[in-house]
């Protein structure tokens, strides 16, 4: 398996590599300022100091919107965190299987760390 050093420093440099390629959409600067429809990808999270809001957590926030892990089929257009609440979680709960496969996807990075450094290669 890869260290948590390698895990960080290949999520880093795919998070780089889609910044680079589709500015538009995405970037890797925290500031929310700077964001304006794009998607901010997080890579600062693969760090065992690194903290990170656990799937479940009630915010400390008007409503007590839960932080909640989502299947595909879940995410649709009216969905908004006003409507994952401490009162909704439970429901919510019962028809999900976000995480039932979580642990299959457990892979070493070797492979993919060497495709992208080919990659980063042969774009330079």
């Known amino acids: 398996m890869s260290t948590g050093r390698e895990a960080k420093s290949f999520t880093r440099d795919v998070c780089l590599k889609m910044a680079r390629e589709n500015s538009e959409l995405y970037l890797i600067k925290m500031a929310k300022n700077q964001r304006n429809g794009r998607i901010f990808l997080d890579y600062l999270r693969n760090d ?12 400390a926030r008007p409503g007590a919107t839960v932080s ?7 995410m649709k257009s009216d969905l908004g965190p006003k409507r994952v609440t401490i009162r909704t979680v439970p429901a919510l ?18 492979q993919a760390i060497k495709l992208l450094a080919r990659s980063i290669k042969q774009a330079a």
């Open 68 to 74: 909640m892990p989502l299947t595909w089929t879940q």
């Open 93 to 110: 709960l019962e028809k999900s299987s976000a995480w039932h496969d979580y642990c299959d996807g457990q892979r070493s990075l070797e």
């Open 48 to 59: 065992r100091m690194a903290t990170a809001v656990a799937p479940l957590s009630p915010r």
